[in-house]
T-cell receptor, first 111, second 115 residues
Framework: GNSVTQMEGPVTLSEEAFLTINCTYT??????LFWYVQYPGEGLQLLLK?????DKGSNKGFEATYRKETTSFHLEKGSVQVSDSAVYFC??????????FGQGTRLTINP | DAGVTQSPTHLIKTRGQQVTLRCSPK?????VSWYQQALGQGPQFIFQ???????QRGNFPDRFSGHQFPNYSSELNVNALLLGDSALYLC??????????????FGPGTRLTVL
């Protein structure tokens, strides 16, 4: 079946540190891949997406590259800020309108 | 432009009761999907409505049912509540006619607690 596995959290970093959150997936066919972010008390917001192999999604300094050979979509940011503290979800879209999410990774950035 | 809105924000029920959650989609959207997010977990797809019909359904029992109205708003009903139904219920809207992979916009959710 279709599934997403994210690195275990929580992750705590200092401001300006480099961030990597690992995400691997299992899916048939050629799914689209997403990263969503959930700030405290808010709903999910789409952070970035990639719809085919080797695509790089980017937004707000975050990047992720769709790697079909390793079935991965790792999230990276070169210099994190306190405002990046949130829960991050990797998700895949194997069928229209039906997202499959990972378990989420809680990120805390200390000043 | 209002985004996706959900009501109520919080709800407390007891086991065996029934609950109705409501969602208004983003302006211009005609498709509503519902997700259940248990504490510390990722959201799980419950079902999706378009043109007032359930189009897709996840692995949830028949106690979970829904409805979509002509104005595209939607309700999620849960009967015979169990303790395990305690979760954040998220509504997401999108535009069916914009293509199958159009972005879903999420509401802030309804926090349901079953005692």
């Amino acid at each position: 079946g279709n599934s997403v596995t994210q690195m275990e959290g929580p992750v705590t970093l200092s401001e300006e540190a480099f961030l990597t959150i690992n995400c691997t997936y299992t899916a048939t066919g050629y799914p689209s891949l997403f990263w969503y972010v959930q700030y405290p008390g808010e709903g999910l917001q789409l952070l970035l997406k990639a719809t085919k192999a080797d695509d790089k999604g980017s937004n707000k300094g975050f990047e992720a590259t769709y790697r079909k050979e390793t079935t991965s979509f790792h999230l990276e940011k070169g210099s994190v800020q306190v405002s990046d503290s949130a829960v991050y979800f990797c998700a895949l879209w194997p069928e229209a309108q039906k997202l499959v999410f990972g378990q989420g990774t809680r990120l805390t950035i200390n000043p | 432009d209002a985004g996706v809105t959900q009501s109520p924000t919080h709800l407390i029920k007891t086991r065996g009761q029934q609950v109705t959650l409501r969602c208004s989609p983003k302006s211009g959207h005609d498709t509503v999907s519902w997700y259940q997010q248990a504490l510390g977990q990722g959201p799980q797809f419950i079902f999706q409505y378009y043109e007032e019909e359930e189009r897709q359904r996840g692995n949830f029992p028949d106690r979970f049912s829904g409805h979509q109205f002509p104005n595209y708003s939607s309700e999620l009903n849960v009967n015979a509540l169990l303790l395990g139904d305690s979760a954040l219920y998220l509504c997401a809207s999108s535009s069916w006619t914009s293509g199958p992979y159009n972005e879903q916009f999420f509401g802030p959710g309804t926090r349901l607690t079953v005692l």
